[in-house]
């Protein structure tokens, strides 16, 4: 009976975000615009993080690259922004196939610093590669003319962008849920778990955590594509280490048992971060406070904990 309620919800959220622009001003659709894309790159980390037990510091390299690869095919071919968007995932796809190659037979800690250090070598190229990046001030003044397909949308209104923006990340959701619902979205639980045992079964560990990672990364592209019309321009901030630690803030926060808990921690990091900003200047400090407490009462996270209790009452 809970979980049929539960799914009621879900269904009465999707709705609420469906109808959302026609209630709500410009300010709010910006704001859920940005939980979407930033969801999604939260849920796309979390295959690597939450599923497969690797902590990954470097996966703004792959928001960067697909927000860059983007912004690149904009402004000097002008293509269908479908079409950037899947060149962008091809792109995150590729990387972090290199960087996951190097990366993934390393355990833990080691793991985490070699990612950091592969991420800031993609930051170090996009800011000072100047003649093809332009260095700090990055890539802008770029038109989005069409969304392709033969789809006819004026994508420069904010309240069409969101919902292009909601289908793609509803779409690139359901493909996530499916792989970690799959055979192998099971054995990277396993892998999590108890690496040895799968191990000992035959299967080969790094294999999987590669597949996992690169997997993750084309997705966590394809955010970074998205943003990109969102901001209007590709920064090297988007590549930065600091972009780097949203994601595992938003997973922890929404809670990595889950899989749409990483979803929910964008939400509320967003919506904080938007709060505090408009009280003061200081909200690095404030913001730190206030997750740092969550954390540490919320051990699974504000969905992951809420969902155990509910269900353990069941």
Known sequence: MKKLLLLLVGVLVGIGL??????????????????????????????????????????AAFFGIGAYATAMLLKWLA??????????????????????????????????????????????????????????????????????LGIDVMLGNPAV?????????????????????????????AIRQNPERVAFCGLNIRHYRLAAFTISGGFSALAGGLMVPFLRIASPELAHWSM?????????L?????????????????????LITSYTEAWMLVLGVILAIMVMFFRRGLLGTFLDRWLEKS
């Open 18 to 59: 469906i109808i959302l622009p026609s209630v709500a001003p410009y300010f709010y659709i910006f704001i859920a615009t940005e939980i979407l894309v930033l969801g999604l790159f939260a849920v796309s980390f979390n295959l690597v993080f939450g599923y497969t037990g690797m902590l990954s510091f470097g996966h």
């Open 79 to 148: 293509w269908p922004l479908l079409l950037c968007l899947l060149v962008a995932i091809v792109v995150g796809v590729l990387l972090a196939l290199i960087i996951g190659y190097l990366s993934v037979r390393l355990d833990e800690v080691y793991f985490a610093m070699l990612t950091l250090a592969f991420g800031m070598m993609v930051f170090a190229v996009v800011h000072q590669w100047r003649s093809v990046t332009n260095g700090s001030d990055g890539i802008s003044g770029f038109q989005v003319k069409s969304l392709g």
């Open 161 to 189: 962008y969101y919902h292009v923006v909601l289908a793609i990340v509803a779409i690139a959701l359901i493909v996530l849920y499916l792989i970690c619902r799959s055979s192998f979205g099971l054995i990277l639980k």
């Open 244 to 252: 780097s630690a949203e994601p595992v803030l938003m997973s922890i």
């Open 254 to 274: 929404g809670g990595t048992g889950y899989f749409l808990g990483p979803l929910f921690g964008a939400g509320i990091f967003v919506l904080l971060k938007t």
